[in-house]
């Protein structure tokens, strides 16, 4: 199965403030941008993946991420996350009617094709499924099969949402790049102990990542 991967971004002026503590306000934006440069070039990597949409307004993003090969939708409900998430799921179904689709995090700077791979093959059992973060409270990839919704459920505490919503909760092991998103200094420690792409690489450079 062949799947279209939606991928949130928000204006990267506004993204990532939780990274205050690591990294300045003239660094975040740049870091953003990063983790969605070796995100959107590990999933077009994937063999489970046909393509990837990328919804944003940020015409930098843009420009960046269609150079990599991304679709660009923009952002026009402009109503949060997931209201940018099922709006970028109706354009790919408006084209491809019957196209499974999944959501995957644009701060994922340590994914890994292979194994962003199995994720899809196990969703692929199920017409609903979801991958918990690693902190097992949020969501880094919800899927859903052909000519399923996707009734995103993204926020605070999405795993237990995404649950009670019917998904299927996968429980795969060795998938630790997909469940790795950056929000905060120790997110980033840790992806960068996994090994990120080179985006994310070139930018991190020198800085004081905090530890716990």
């Not at 949409?53 to 269609?66: G, M, N, P």
Request: aromatic share 2%; proline share 6%; charged share 20%.
């Amino acid at each position: 199965m062949q799947w279209t991967l939606v991928i949130p971004l928000k204006p990267l002026t506004r993204a990532k403030s939780r990274l205050a503590d690591t990294a300045a306000n003239g660094v975040r934006p740049g870091l953003a941008l990063a983790f969605a440069q070796d995100t959107v070039v590990a999933a077009l990597a994937c063999t489970a993946v046909a393509d990837v949409v990328v919804v944003t307004d940020d015409e930098l993003a843009s420009r960046e991420l269609a150079a990599l090969g991304a679709r660009i939708v923009a952002d026009t409900p402009q109503g949060g996350l997931n209201a940018a998430l099922a709006h970028g799921a109706a354009v790919v179904r408006e084209m491809r009617p019957a196209a499974p689709v999944a959501t995957l995090n644009a701060d994922l700077p340590a994914l890994r094709s292979p194994e962003l791979a199995r994720v899809l093959e196990a969703a692929a059992e199920f017409p609903r499924a979801f991958l918990a973060d690693a902190a097992a409270l949020g969501t880094t990839l919800l899927a859903a099969g052909p000519e399923r919704e996707l009734r995103p459920e993204f926020g605070v505490d999405s795993r237990t949402r995404h649950r009670a919503s019917g998904a299927a909760e996968l429980g795969l092991a060795g998938v630790d790049s997909v469940r790795q998103d950056v929000d905060t200094g120790e997110d980033l420690r840790a992806a960068l102990a996994l090994g990120v792409g080179p985006y994310t690489a070139a930018v991190s450079a020198g800085l004081l990542i905090p530890r716990s």
